[in-house]
C-alpha cells in the first residue's frame, strides 16, 4: 500500500500548532498532528499545588535540558523552561494574560538605533499587519477584557468579546496605589470565561491557573478551543506520545518527520509541508538535529541563527505585606495590571521596558509562598512560621520586561548530555545584557514605590526604594522564550521570511514563539496565537493559488 | 568543563532563586522531577530507621517550630519526608542519609551528644551552621551542610504545607496556619464577594473568615 502523504505534517499542538491544526483543518487539507507528550484527560488536571505548582508532574515530567554556564564552563541538567509536554502545549497551563504588542515594538531597531552588545531587529511585519489577527484571536479565545481602557496601545476594530473579571482586595490595594503614584490601572485582558463563550461554561475563579489545567475548559487554550474543532472536520491525525527527532530532507524540500513513540520505536509520515511548532527550545533543537539536509549546520540554518538570539523576560517584582487580607487565593494569577512605565526612555539608563502586571504566583498557594518568598532572614524558625502567617496578606506584581536580544543566548545541542533515547539534549546559554539589569532594578524600585503607596505595612524584597541594596544579579524568568529563528526579509539575518516560512527551505514553516525577533514587554502568547492565525491565512491564500 | 548531575547539589542552586527577587523567583519552580506519586498516608517508615525518624522529627521541628499554633512536629513533616524520599525524591535519598549520619558526627565531636538530645537553642546553633557550611568536623564525603540543610528545609516546608495526602500537613495543620481555607477549583471556586471580603468563606477545617 502506497503510503499516506498528508498535505501538512504539524509538529506540537500548542499556542502556535494548534491553531495552524484548526485553520488548516477547517480549510480542508488533511494534517497529521505530532504532540511529544501524552493526550492527558481533564480528569489530571487537579488543583495539587505540589503535584503542579511545586513538581511541575502533569504536563512536561520527561523534559529533560541542559544550562551552560559559559564564565565557568560549567553545565548543570534538569529542566529549566517551564514548557508543557502534552497534547495543547504550554498553552495548557498559562494563565491567560492575552496583549497586543504595540507598534513600536514590531520595529525595535528602527526605533532605538543599534546598541553594542545586543542584536537588535525589526519585525518584517508591521503592527497594522497583526491587527486583524489579534482580533480574529481575541474572539475565538474569548478574551475578557474592557477595551479602551489601555490607553498605550495600538488601534482596534473591535472590543473584546467578554466582561472584565471582578478585581479581588488584592488587585484593589493594586489599583489604589498605581492611581496615587499617578498611573493608569485596568483590567488584564484573559482569555479566561467571564462569562458563557464559545460553547464552554464561566469561569469559577477557583485560584490556580497558572501552573495548572483547566478542568472544566473555561480557559481558552488551543486544547480547549482550537483541537475539538479541528478534530470534528475529519481532517486530522493526531498522534500524541510521538517525539519528533528528525525531519528528513530530499531535494532541498524536507519530506515529513521522523518520530518516536513511548517505547522508542521510530516512524515516519510524508507530507508536502512541515509546519513546526516545538516551541523556542524545541523548534531550534529540532532543526539542529536534522543534517540529512545541504547544511551540516541543521536544517534551514543557512545564516547560522538557528537557536540564537533566546529571550526570557525579566520579572521584576513587589512582594508586599498589608495589615487586612489580600485573598491573592481567589481568583486568578492577575486581574489589575498598569502600562505607565512602558514607553521607551533612555533618560531611565535603559531602553525598553514592559506593562506590570498583579502576579500572584507564589502568594495564591502555600507551598511556593512558604518557599520562596521568605527571604533568607526568615527561611526557617519563629520567622518562617511569622512568614507563613502572612500568606493572606501578602500581593506580588512584577513588570513583565523586554530583554534585549543577544546572539550569545542560544539553543544548542549538548555535546555530552543525552535524554533517555540517547538524543543530545537541548543546552539553554544565557546572560543577561547590562540594559536588561538597569531595567530591573528600576522597576523593582517604581513597584515598590507603589505597594507602599497602596498602603503595604513590609515590602519583601530585598531593595527597597531608597536604600540601594542589590543581592545578586536579577536571573531571567524560565518562561516566555522568545526568538531563535528569527523572522526578517534578508536571509543573511534571519532564519524565516515574513510568513514564517524557511529562507532556505521553501516547504518548512514556523509557528511558535521562536520566530520573534524581539518580545516586547507583555506575555506573548496572544501574539503567538494571532501570528499563527496571520501564517495559516496565506498558507490557506497561496495554496488556493497554487503557488506553494 | 564539569558536569553536575541531578544531585542536591543542583537543586539547591536552583533553589537558590528563593533568596533573589525578581525573575529568579521564577526559577524556583525548577526543582527535581520525581519519579512516582507517593500518596501514603502510613506512618509505617519507609526509609528512615527508628533513630533517624527521631532526628528528623527534631530538625522539622525547629524549621517550623510550635508555638500557640502546631507547627512541624504535630503535622508530622517527618512522615512526609520518609515518603518522599522513597518515592518522587528518592534521588536525594542517599545525600539525606548521608546528611543524617554528618549531622550526628558533627554532634557528637562538638557537644558529646547526638542531636535529638540537644535543647533548641543548641540545635539551632547547629542547623545555623550547617546553613553557612561553618559547622566544623562535617565530614567532605557526602552533600555539603548547606545543601542538607536546604534539602530538609524544603521538604519540611512542602511536607507542612502540601495536601495531607502526601503523609504531612496532619489536621490541616500548615493550611490553618496559613490561613489557606484549601484548593476549591473543583468545589465551586469563590463568589466575587468572596474576592473582596463580602462574603465568608469556609475554611476545610470549618472555620469562618
Same mark, same amino acid.
Given at each position: 500500500m502506497k503510503k499516506q502523504v498528508f498535505d501538512v505534517c504539524v509538529i506540537g499542538t500548542g499556542a502556535g500548532g494548534g491553531v495552524i491544526i484548526d485553520q488548516l483543518t477547517a480549510a480542508g487539507f488533511s494534517v497529521v498532528g505530532l504532540e511529544r507528550g501524552p493526550y492527558l484527560s481533564t480528569s489530571e488536571y487537579d488543583d495539587d499545588e505540589l503535584r503542579n505548582g511545586v513538581r511541575d508532574l502533569v504536563f512536561s515530567p520527561n523534559q529533560e535540558e541542559s544550562f551552560y554556564n559559559a564564565a565557568t564552563g560549567e553545565t548543570q541538567t534538569g529542566s529549566f523552561s517551564r514548557i508543557s509536554h502534552c497534547v495543547g502545549g504550554t498553552i495548557s497551563h498559562w494563565d491567560g494574560m492575552s496583549w497586543r504588542f504595540r507598534p513600536d515594538e514590531f520595529k525595535v531597531l528602527s526605533t532605538e538605533g543599534s546598541v553594542a552588545g545586543a542584536s537588535l531587529a525589526d519585525w518584517p511585519i508591521s503592527y497594522e499587519d497583526m491587527a486583524p489577527f489579534y482580533e480574529k484571536a481575541e474572539w475565538d479565545f474569548g478574551i475578557s477584557g474592557t477595551a479602551g481602557s489601555h490607553s498605550t496601545e495600538g488601534s482596534r476594530a473591535r472590543g473584546y468579546p467578554n466582561p472584565p473579571h471582578p478585581y479581588r482586595t488584592a488587585s484593589k490595594m493594586i489599583e489604589k496605589g498605581a492611581t496615587e503614584m499617578g498611573y493608569k490601572p485596568f483590567p488584564i485582558p484573559l482569555?479566561?470565561?467571564?462569562? %458563557?463563550?464559545g460553547g464552554r461554561p464561566g469561569c469559577v475563579r477557583g485560584g490556580a491557573c497558572r501552573g495548572y489545567g483547566c478542568p472544566i475548559h473555561a480557559k481558552s487554550t488551543t486544547y480547549s478551543v482550537s483541537l475539538p474543532r479541528a478534530t470534528a472536520t475529519g481532517k486530522l491525525d493526531l498522534r500524541a506520545d510521538a517525539m519528533v527527532f528528525e525531519l528528513p530532507m530530499k531535494d532541498g524540500r524536507v519530506t515529513g518527520a521522523r518520530y518516536l513513540d513511548v517505547k522508542g520505536n521510530a516512524h515516519e509520515v510524508l507530507a508536502k509541508h512541515v509546519i513546526c511548532a516545538a516551541g523556542t527550545i524545541g523548534t531550534p533543537h529540532l532543526m539542529l538535529q536534522s543534517l540529512s539536509g545541504s547544511s551540516a549546520d541543521g536544517l534551514g540554518n543557512s545564516s547560522g541563527l538557528v537557536g540564537k538570539n533566546l529571550q526570557f523576560h525579566h520579572f521584576p517584582s513587589a512582594v508586599a505585606v498589608f495589615d487586612d487580607d489580600m485573598r491573592a487565593y481567589t481568583g486568578f494569577e492577575g486581574h489589575v495590571a498598569f502600562d505607565d512605565l512602558h514607553a521607551s526612555d533612555a533618560k531611565r539608563g535603559f531602553i525598553r521596558g514592559g506593562v506590570v502586571i498583579e502576579a500572584n504566583i507564589f502568594t495564591h498557594q502555600p507551598i511556593m509562598h512558604s518557599l520562596a518568598l521568605a527571604g533568607s532572614q526568615n527561611n526557617w524558625g519563629a520567622g518562617l512560621k511569622d512568614h507563613m502567617r502572612d500568606f493572606t496578606r501578602t500581593v506580588h506584581f512584577a513588570g513583565v520586561c523586554e530583554e534585549l536580544p543577544m546572539e550569545s543566548n542560544r539553543v544548542e545541542l549538548d555535546p555530552n548530555i543525552k535524554d533517555r533515547f540517547g538524543l543530545p539534549v537541548p543546552r539553554i546559554t544565557k546572560t543577561n545584557h547590562p540594559n536588561d539589569i538597569a531595567m530591573s532594578y528600576w522597576f523593582e524600585k517604581r513597584l515598590n514605590e507603589v505597594a507602599l503607596a497602596a498602603g503595604a505595612s513590609r515590602i519583601l524584597n530585598p531593595s527597597i526604594p531608597g536604600l540601594d541594596i542589590k543581592l545578586e544579579e536579577p536571573v531571567s524568568g524560565a518562561e516566555h522564550n522568545h526568538g531563535t529563528c528569527r523572522m526578517g526579509n534578508d536571509p543573511n539575518t534571519s532564519v524565516l521570511d515574513k510568513w514564517c516560512r524557511s529562507h532556505d527551505v521553501p516547504n518548512f514553516w514556523v509557528a511558535d514563539g521562536?520566530?520573534? %525577533?524581539t518580545n516586547a514587554g507583555y506575555n506573548p502568547t496572544l501574539t503567538i496565537l494571532a501570528n499563527a492565525y496571520r501564517i495559516s491565512d496565506y498558507f490557506i491564500r497561496e495554496s488556493a493559488r497554487q503557488s506553494l | 568543563m564539569s558536569i553536575n548531575k541531578d544531585t542536591a547539589l543542583s537543586r539547591r542552586t536552583l533553589l537558590r532563586g528563593t533568596s533573589i527577587f525578581g525573575g529568579g523567583l521564577f526559577m524556583a519552580l525548577n526543582l527535581q522531577r520525581p519519579l512516582a506519586l507517593a500518596a501514603m498516608k502510613s506512618d509505617t517508615p519507609a526509609v528512615f530507621d527508628a533513630a533517624q525518624w527521631q532526628t528528623v522529627e527534631a530538625i522539622t521541628g525547629r524549621i517550623v517550630p510550635t508555638d500557640h499554633q502546631p507547627g512541624a512536629i504535630e503535622a508530622n513533616c517527618v512522615n512526609f519526608i520518609d515518603k518522599t524520599l522513597a518515592n518522587e525524591d528518592a534521588e536525594s535519598r542517599p545525600d539525606f542519609i548521608a546528611g543524617l549520619a554528618s549531622l550526628d558526627m558533627v554532634c557528637a565531636k562538638k557537644l558529646d551528644k547526638p542531636f535529638v538530645e540537644l535543647d533548641a537553642s543548641h540545635q539551632d546553633l547547629v542547623l545555623s551552621e550547617l546553613e553557612s557550611d561553618s559547622a566544623a568536623h562535617w565530614p567532605n564525603m557526602g552533600p555539603a551542610g548547606s545543601v542538607f540543610f536546604e534539602l530538609v528545609r524544603t521538604l519540611t516546608i512542602m511536607g507542612f504545607m +502540601?495536601?495531607?495526602?502526601? =503523609? =504531612?500537613? +496532619?489536621?490541616l495543620a500548615g493550611w490553618r496556619v496559613a490561613r489557606y481555607p484549601g484548593p476549591r477549583h473543583h468545589k465551586g471556586g469563590y463568589t466575587p464577594a468572596q474576592m473582596v471580603g463580602e462574603e465568608e468563606i469556609i475554611t476545610m477545617w470549618g472555620d469562618k473568615m
Open positions: 482569555a479566561i470565561n467571564s462569562q %458563557p463563550y521562536s520566530s520573534m %525577533p | +502540601a495536601d495531607p495526602k502526601y =503523609g =504531612g500537613n +496532619a489536621n
